[in-house]
């Protein structure tokens, strides 16, 4: 992806001051971001390929109406004819810092800030945010097993195959939450929200524990206490979550991370029951998600 790095300092200098710094972030195939730091302020600078920028604007603009906190970013400037998004910088580090520390105060505000958030969208559909149905997910996680090596692909479709059950779209998920995405500060921030959509709250909180779990393996720590934390802030203020679901969505979470990081270790793990997660299903139980979202809409007619 070519990037016109004049023209964009030049389209950026009123955003941020001048002289303009730009630090590369992030490179994948049709997306670059890098952090532009002025004089005034920073933002960071986005470049989709693919026609991807005008969906990316419209799904950041609905998550606009959400509460104070978590804090998302906002557009600055929008230029579609070159895949050009600039968006506010969120403030705060990233939670990874209180979860190897220990930290469990703040651990425990990230998780009731993301509990809040699935909380003040529920039962809502905000335009331009698609329902993510279990049926895309599977296609996204087979797409991904396709280009691991044929005996881990085949072993990843294979225990997904079970995990392919209908489920309900009920609130705004981040759909790609893991610690790097929940920064802390003032307030709790969420980044990378390009793939906001609509969706299971259990799966967003499926994808951030398992992160942990794989941080957990990686720096050889055990972080049981920190993810208590996260789950006991986000209970605190989240929405009841079904115990079948939480746990579909955990192995589906393991098995992505089997493709995306080489870690066939995780293969077996997925077919373990997360005791620590599910800890905090009980109060949800087993109750069909359908079933939630109506005791939610009858809770708003009894209100005065």
């Known amino acids: 992806m070519e990037i016109d790095r004049p023209s964009l300092i030049e389209r950026l200098e009123p955003l941020v001051g001048a002289p303009v710094v730009l630090d590369d972030l992030k490179r994948r195939p049709g997306r670059w971001t890098a952090r532009a730091h002025g004089p005034r302020s920073s933002a960071i600078v986005k470049v989709y390929g693919f026609n991807r920028a005008p969906r990316v604007v419209k799904q950041i603009g609905a998550l606009a109406p959400g509460p104070v906190e978590p804090v998302v970013p906002r557009v600055l400037d929008y230029a579609p004819e070159q895949g050009l998004l600039v968006l506010s910088e969120v403030p705060g580090t990233s939670l990874r810092r209180p979860l190897l520390d220990g930290n469990l105060a703040d651990c425990e505000r990230a998780g009731a800030a993301i509990g809040g958030w699935h909380r003040a969208f529920w039962g809502t559909s905000p335009r331009f945010l698609r329902a993510h149905t279990s049926e895309r997910h599977l296609r996204l996680l087979r797409l991904r097993a ?3 090596p ?6 990843v479709v294979g225990a997904a195959a079970d995990l392919a059950a209908p489920w309900d779209a009920p609130t705004v998920i981040h759909r790609d939450l893991q610690d790097e995405h929940v920064l802390l ?3 709790v921030g969420l980044i990378d929200v390009d793939d906001a959509a609509l969706g299971p709250p259990e799966l967003d909180v499926a994808n951030l524990a398992a992160g942990i ?8 720590r055990d972080l049981s206490e920190s993810l208590r934390a996260v789950l006991r802030g986000y209970t605190a203020r989240g929405p009841d ?3 079948s679901l939480l746990e579909r969505c955990w192995r589906l979470a393991l098995l992505r991370r089997v493709v995306l990081h080489g870690l066939p270790e995780l293969l077996e793990r997925a077919n373990a029951r997360p005791d620590t997660l599910m800890e905090i299903a009980s109060t949800g139980g087993e109750r069909p998600i359908s079933r ?3 005791g939610w809409r009858a809770r708003l007619r009894r209100a005065p």
Do not use: I, T
């Open 146 to 148: 396709s280009q691991a």
């Open 150 to 155: 044929g005996e881990l692909a085949g072993s």
């Open 185 to 187: 500060g003032d307030r």
């Open 213 to 220: 779990d794989v941080l957990s393996l990686r720096r050889r």
């Open 241 to 243: 979550l079904s115990a």
């Open 292 to 294: 939630r979202v109506d």
